[in-house]
């Protein structure tokens, strides 16, 4: 859930959030509906093919607010601890 998102461990924006994906830490992703797709279809693509589930139906203002920081976020991916 979205509100959750301020206390769990997480990284913010495409570069950081594909970063975790393909180092196997990324959880959950969730993607802003109102960001340009060029953007985020690569980032749905890798969730994809790594069997991460991603999350719509926010805002980038929505998201960005969820992180607690003052600008809107495209991309958020929860993540833990990295798969060996």
Do not use: F, W
């Amino acid at each position: 859930m979205i509100s959750e998102l301020a206390s769990q461990e997480k990284v913010i924006g495409v570069k950081q959030s594909r970063k975790a994906i393909r180092e196997g830490r990324a959880k959950r992703v969730y993607l802003a509906d109102d960001a340009d797709p060029a953007i985020t279809a690569p980032v749905v693509e890798s969730c994809t093919a790594a069997g991460i589930p991603v999350e719509n139906g926010h805002t980038m203002a929505q998201l960005g607010q969820a992180c607690r920081i003052t600008v809107g976020a495209s991309v958020v991916a929860v993540v833990g601890k990295q798969a060996l």
